[in-house]
């Protein structure tokens, strides 16, 4: 007999306002403290609609756009992705894939999952574990094995003559691309 943690539903963040979101809103969206805010608005270079010092206001297209990468078209989009962003601990009672195994494997550029956000500023040579976020939705879909939804826009690659570089941070991998790359 397996043991599978209960998971209670997520519920989405209720918008006041049609298509803003104010900081509030935005702090319950990233699951991130009211001080945490400024440091995310400049990060995002996210543009104040209106309000005072303790209540401005987003463009909810602008903050899915510059936090997830993703423009919603529509309103069933948008309230797929007022779904709070999820912290590593909901992933893994989801996924059953512990904690640190996803940090590692984030950190190892091993990571089977969607893609995590960032949303507080990494700094150089250290690693943003406490500021990463997933998607609920691309999670449920990786689940259920479907297709993963709101993929960020990527722009396309140049195409290159030369091997790419070694994409897992493996030692051997590294010295068998170096090696080919030195052969004619």
Not at 3 to 28: G, H, K, Q, S
Not at 101 to 118: D, Q
Not at 141 to 169: N, W
Not at 176 to 183: F, G, H, P, R
């Amino acid at each position: 007999m397996s043991f599978v943690a209960y998971t209670p539903p997520l519920d989405p963040i209720e918008l006041r306002f049609p298509i803003v979101m104010t900081t509030a809103e935005l702090a319950a969206w990233c699951q991130v403290g009211k001080n945490a805010i400024p440091h995310i608005i400049t990060h995002f270079r996210l543009k104040e609609l209106s309000g005072a010092a303790k209540n401005h206001r987003f463009s909810v297209h602008e903050v899915m756009r510059k936090i997830i990468g993703v423009t919603p078209f529509g309103d069933a989009e948008i309230e797929g992705l007022l779904y709070p962003l999820q912290k590593a601990t909901w992933v893994s009672e989801r996924t059953g894939l512990g904690v640190s195994s996803i940090n590692a494997a984030i950190c190892e550029n091993r990571l089977l999952l969607p893609a995590p956000i960032e949303v507080t500023r990494t700094h150089p040579g250290r690693n943003a574990a406490r500021g990463r976020r997933w998607i609920p939705a691309q999670i449920e879909a990786y689940i259920r094995c479907d297709p993963i939804p709101f993929q960020a826009e990527q722009t396309p690659r140049p195409a290159s003559k030369s091997r790419s570089k070694p994409t897992f941070g493996n030692a051997f991998e590294a010295i068998c691309s170096d090696n080919a790359e030195a052969s004619p």
